[in-house]
């Protein structure tokens, strides 16, 4: 294990380091592909530049910096269609970080950040509802639910062209109608019953949680799930983004919005109490995830566990749904993307539930 520059390592947790790659899609190879995502960051542009201003309104230059990022990003995407190999490769993570890369040039530090308060907040109130409503499920039903929950969440992201499309045009879906439309089993991928299998055997001793979006996703979908893993003894390791990347939680964030969900549920309190849920940071500055450079501390404390969730596109399916890991590893994520839906044969908003033992 090497430790790099920027203090990362590997999870420890990947089955075949040497093999391991964490892009889905080389966007060299193919022009169609290429083609189609370099319009999918183009499309989210104009929304994204409006919540740059947005998060920078308490300084007079906010409009300023705001258009000036969004003409760079712009003019780069648009040298990346007739130079794809400007950058030596590419790929989403490559195009994702040259995104964040303009963002801090015009100091913007976070500009998803004054939304993802407004959308914790919200959140924080349905939670105690989504709790009961759990609670009062039969045991032998409550991890489906737990499962469609964390669908249901999911689709709340302002970072994916389709459901930000919906909020831009001032739609609103509730996280219980979001949770009703999941489509009835089998699913896209659809390993529910191997985990529920494994879930009616002893229940993991120990799992690292990588969590997605603030707000509904990571409140009502995520949430219940660990504290539900909490209740079946399982200490938790919830580790988020060190850096912002679109409208996911950052570990800084997750802090607090810990802590306030720990005013509202007993055994999230106890457990943040007794060291039984742990908070890591990730060290990762993407919505997508190159597993080969976590965290120092994420690796030593990954390093003994019988449990990897992924959850979200970028994580569990853009870049790692065909990685193999030396514990059970459960990927979980709605497909909010036209391209990747029919690439894996579905459509938009299919969900995926890949569970793989050891
Ligand atoms: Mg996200």
Redo the contacts with the bound molecule.
């Keep these: 294990m090497t430790t790099t520059a920027s203090a990362h390592l590997m999870l420890p947790l990947l089955a075949d380091p040497q093999t391991y790659r964490p892009n889905t899609l080389d966007l060299l190879d193919d022009p169609v592909t290429r083609d189609y995502w370099i319009g999918v960051f183009e499309t989210h542009l104009p929304s994204l530049v409006r919540h740059c201003i947005r998060s920078e309104a308490h300084r007079p230059d906010a409009h300023q910096r705001a258009q000036a990022f969004g003409q760079k990003f712009s003019e780069h995407l648009a040298l990346l269609r007739h130079q794809p190999d400007q950058m030596g490769s590419l790929n989403i993570l490559l195009i994702c970080r040259l995104r964040e890369k303009y963002l801090r040039e015009h100091r913007i530090a976070d500009p998803y950040a004054p939304v993802k308060a407004d959308e914790n907040a919200a959140a924080l109130k349905l939670l105690p509802d989504v709790l009961a409503a759990i609670d009062a499920l039969k045991p032998d039903q409550q991890l489906e639910a737990l499962i469609r929950g964390v669908f249901a969440g999911n689709k709340f992201?302002l970072?994916?062209t389709s459901t930000n499309q919906a909020f831009d045009a001032g739609g609103s879906f509730s996280f219980h109608d979001a949770a009703v439309a999941i489509g009835p089993r089998p699913w896209l991928i659809d390993d529910f019953d191997r985990l529920h299998n494994r879930w009616q055997d002893h229940p993991h001793r120990k799992a690292v949680v990588f969590v997605?979006?603030a707000g509904a996703?990571v409140t009502l979908g995520m949430i219940p799930l660990i504290r539900h893993m909490l209740q079946r003894g399982t200490q938790v390791i919830i580790t988020a983004n060190t850096h912002p990347?679109?409208?996911?939680i950052t570990h800084d964030e997750l802090g607090p919005h810990l802590a306030a969900v720990a005013r509202l549920d007993r055994v999230v309190a106890d457990a943040l109490a007794d060291g039984q849920l742990l908070r890591i940071a990730s060290g990762n500055d993407a919505?997508l995830i190159d597993l080969r450079q976590v965290s120092v501390e994420l690796a030593k404390e990954a390093a003994d566990c019988d449990l990897l969730i992924l959850e979200?596109?970028?994580?569990a399916v853009e870049t790692n749904l065909d990685a193999r890991f030396t514990c059970d590893c459960l990927k979980l994520a709605m497909i909010k993307e036209e391209h990747l839906a029919s690439m894996l044969g579905g459509k938009l908003y299919d969900v995926i539930c890949r569970f793989e033992p050891k």
Excluded: C, Y
Excluded at 245 to 248: E, G, K, P, T, W
């Design positions: 992201d970072g994916a997605d979006n996703d990347a679109l409208n996911d919505p979200g596109m970028g994580r």
